[in-house]
């Protein structure tokens, strides 16, 4: 009965690959989000989308491609991996409104050597 | 520009005794809204306390409570007989209803001791 689930848990890969990170979310939210957490633990918001609308769209480089299939969706997949591309990735969900809280997945932590 | 600063990059309490964690932050805007969340070692995101900019209450939650002070934008949490599972790492973190982003502050690393 998770809450807010990301696939896969742990990723490692080569520098110029190509990974997808899938998010599912069970609460019936209309909000999900791609935040990156790098290694000082520093927490930044890539993307937001809105019943599959994207809202807020971060200076993120354009080799992350988020995809939102539907409201209860959000992958993120990302071309050309380089070694800054090491983080850890959340998935968030919330309902609509300002004040409403994030409800995070565990994260995946992404490796790229 | 919205910004959240925490100041304090490390402490530690002994356990049963009550410890406070400093955050300012930066804001242009009347609507807004302020959380704490907390990250044990597991990683996991878990929301511990969320207060309204307009409510001049301090929220609380069982142990965890805020001292909001809208005029010097400052809003700290205090955990009271703080316990082993306290141990995380604490964000404050701000949205507005401007942006609809919620910035994160750079986390204070929170141990307790036995």
């Known amino acids: 009965d998770t809450a807010v689930s990301q696939t896969p848990k742990y990723l490692v890969t080569q520098m110029g690959n190509d990974k997808s990170i899938k998010c599912e979310q069970n609460l019936g939210h209309d909000t999900m989000y791609w935040y990156k957490q790098d290694s000082k633990k520093f927490l930044k918001i890539m993307f937001s989308y809105n019943n599959k609308e994207l809202i807020i769209n971060e200076t993120v480089p354009n080799r992350f491609s988020p995809k939102s299939p539907d409201k209860a969706h959000l992958n993120l997949h990302i071309n050309s991996l380089e070694l800054g591309d090491s983080a850890v990735y959340f998935c968030a969900s919330s309902l609509v409104g300002v004040g409403s809280p994030l409800h995070f997945g565990n994260g995946t932590r992404l490796t790229v050597t | 520009a919205q910004t959240v600063t925490q100041s304090q990059p490390e402490m530690s309490v002994q356990e049963a005794e009550t410890v406070t964690l400093s955050c300012t932050y930066d804001t242009s805007e009347n609507n807004y809204y302020l959380f704490w969340y907390k990250q044990p070692p597991s990683r996991q995101m878990i929301l511990v306390i969320r207060?309204?900019?307009?409510?001049?209450q301090n929220a609380t939650e069982n142990r965890f409570s805020v001292n909001f002070q809208k005029a010097a934008k400052s809003f700290s949490l205090k955990i009271s007989d703080s316990q082993l599972g306290d141990t995380a790492m604490y964000f404050c973190a701000s949205v507005s209803s401007n942006t609809g982003k919620l910035i994160f502050g750079q986390g204070t690393t929170l141990q307790v001791k036995p």
């Open positions: 207060q309204e900019a307009y409510k001049q």
